[in-house]
Every structure is written in C-alpha cells, then in structure tokens.
C-alpha cells in the first residue's frame, strides 16, 4: 500500500522540483553577468569603475560601466570635472 503511493508521489514531487528549478534558473539568467561585459569592462576600465571594483565587487563597477555606456549621470559629472 504504502509503496503505491511513492508510484505516484515521488513523480509528482520531482515534476514540481524541476518547474520551481527552471523558473530559479530563468532569473538568474536574466541577472547575470554576460562574459562580454566583464571583457569590455576589463579592457575600457575608468579609475572609478576601478574603485568600485575592487572596493565594491563587479556588481557596482559594470553598474558604473553601463552607466556610463548609457551617457547616465556619472557619465556627465565626469565630463563636467574634465572641464
């Protein structure tokens, strides 16, 4: 009897894992960090972004590469002290 319902339990269970898995893989793929990024950061690297790096990890400095990529804020306060 009891081996019955591991027949019909034990798929179930595992179906249901791998659904929550593909949804947990599906955004952390959307979060990730994309190797051609990390390379053009590495080869286009300002003294800021360099900071942030090895101060804040390569989270907060592709946040500042793509910032400034985008003509974002730092981007112009940048410009505005070379002047």
């Known amino acids: 009897m009891v081996a019955v319902w591991f027949v019909f339990v034990v798929p179930l269970v595992v179906m249901l894992f791998a659904l ?19 390379t053009q950061l590495l080869e286009d690297m300002r003294p800021d972004e360099a900071r942030a790096l090895y101060g804040h990890g390569i989270g907060r400095a592709l946040d500042l590469f793509r910032l ?7 981007a112009r306060t940048r410009q505005r002290v070379r002047m």
């Open 20 to 38: 929550f898995m593909e949804r947990v893989e599906t955004r952390l793929r959307d979060a990730a960090v994309r190797e051609d990024e990390v």
């Open 68 to 74: 400034r990529r985008r003509g974002g804020r730092a």
